[in-house]
């Protein structure tokens, strides 16, 4: 069997489904994964138009709260179907991509009104760029009701403007910040206060109509402040466009570059990014200025890339490479496997901080949260039945499976430790 299909289905992929064909050819399954469309839009979905009248209609009548609201129930049809999608998809890395980007591109429910659009934004602002420029993704998520939600833009007001004039109102500095901190050029591109600043009032009046259709981004150039602006030395006029400009701008920023390279070989490669590994892959978003296609494949062709899996999966990949692994039917799955994540350490679309969660193996090997994932598949094995541990094994790990966890595995007083054993095994908790 050949090492390298197993190896792209964990690595760049979410764990093999049941008995799925193993790829021929890994590298030719990879980059088809990435040619034409994303299938996934092609199933009709919320749009961020329907979650902002939702949260209109909460606003407007306070007694539509709670689990029942019209943005939970919006919220959890679309949770469900992306989830659905991620646990049958046969371009697991394509959909990796969508997860990535979407973490580097953090919406949180801990602000509670993002409930109404997070999943529009995957949708809308991810999942059309995946493979297309990192400039027009950072375009879409700027302007995108659920960012603008998320980090308070929305309630942005020029200090000058006719309206900060007569309100006494004025900036709100976190999407700049976080624009610049972590979506774009990082602290290393030696930005100052001012430059944030500057940029966060280039972006004022970025804001949202929710009252009337078409609902969604609205520029209010009376809340904008009307002076142009210099961030990072380079100037930009006022209005919306000067927004555009320095977005476009900072997206295309050789430090942006760097940045994305890291990111990318830290999560499809190793914790510890290798420089060679980096610098390969910023001089492709160099040279493409911002392919992510380009990136992606890149990423496939490194060296490192085939190295022995030393990746943890996080909480969502952990679930997710058992379910898949299981191939169960749909009423064989788990009951409420969204309070089984967060309970594991990852509620889903629920980042603590703007900066997503952490791609490092010392944020989910802790010896606590090894135990929770071990006592949780101890009892989804039940579900399996008859199944038997070692054909899972060689279906999900293949090659990839160490003669000391076989040893384990055929040592087990019960196919439900047998099954636990392969399930906690160090080779099933990598990728």
């Not at 209609?57 to 469900?80: H, Y």
């Not at 006719?162 to 901190?181: Q, S």
């Not at 466009?241 to 760097?258: D, E, F, K, V």
């Given at each position: ?27 030719s399954w990879l980059a088809a994964q990435l040619d034409g469309p994303d ?57 990796r991509l969508v997860l990535f980007w979407y973490n580097h591109f953090t ?232 309070g089984l994540i967060a309970n594991l350490g990852q509620p889903l679309f ?82």
């Amino acid at each position: 069997m050949d090492i390298q299909a197993n190896h792209a289905l964990i690595r760049f992929g979410l764990g093999r489904k049941g008995t799925e064909p193993l790829p021929s050819d890994p590298q030719s399954w990879l980059a088809a994964q990435l040619d034409g469309p994303d299938h996934a839009l092609d199933t009709p979905g919320a749009s961020a138009q329907d979650g902002l009248a939702a949260l209109q209609e909460m606003r407007q009548d306070k007694t539509l709260r709670g689990r029942e609201s019209p943005a939970a129930v919006i919220f959890k049809a679309e949770r469900d179907a992306l989830f659905s999608r991620l646990l049958t998809s046969d371009a697991p890395f394509r959909e990796r991509l969508v997860l990535f980007w979407y973490n580097h591109f953090t919406v949180s429910l801990k602000r509670g009104e993002c409930t109404a659009v997070v999943n529009a934004f995957i949708r809308e602002a991810i999942r059309p760029h995946v493979t297309g420029r990192f400039s027009d993704m950072a375009m879409a998520v700027m302007r995108h009701p659920a960012m603008l939600l998320y980090l308070d833009n929305a309630q942005s007001i020029g200090p000058n403007s006719p309206v900060g004039l007569r309100l006494h109102k004025g900036l709100n500095e976190n999407l700049a910040r976080e624009c610049l901190e972590l979506h774009t050029v990082t602290p290393s591109a030696g930005y100052t206060q001012s430059d944030v600043t500057n940029f966060a009032k280039l972006l004022t009046g970025w804001s949202l109509e929710l009252k009337t259709p078409p609902r969604g981004f609205r520029f209010r150039p009376m809340a904008h402040e009307p002076d142009g602006q210099v961030v990072l030395g380079q100037h930009f006029p006022p209005g919306e466009p000067g927004g555009a400009s320095a977005i476009g701008w900072l997206a295309q920023h050789p430090a942006t570059y760097r940045n994305l390279a890291v990111k990318l070989v830290r999560h499809f490669v190793a914790d510890d990014p290798p420089t060679a590994a980096v610098q390969r892959i910023a001089a492709v978003l160099t040279r493409t200025h911002g392919d992510l296609k380009a990136a992606s494949l890149e990423l496939t062709r490194l060296p490192e890339a085939w190295q022995p899996l030393s990746k943890i999966r996080s909480p969502v990949d952990y679930v997710l490479a058992v379910l898949r692994a299981a191939d169960l039917p749909p009423d064989k799955q788990p009951p409420d496997v969204f309070g089984l994540i967060a309970n594991l350490g990852q509620p889903l679309f629920a980042a603590p901080l703007p900066n997503g969660w952490p791609d490092t193996a010392s944020e989910w090997a802790g010896s606590e949260a090894l135990l929770r994932r071990v006592d949780w598949v101890h009892g989804f094995v039940g579900r399996l039945g008859g199944a038997d541990a070692m054909q899972i094994a060689d279906a999900t790990l293949g090659p990839l499976l160490s003669d000391s966890t076989k040893r384990e595995i055929g040592r087990a007083g019960s196919r439900q430790d047998a099954l636990t054993l392969l399930f906690a095994s160090p080779e099933f908790l990598r990728r």
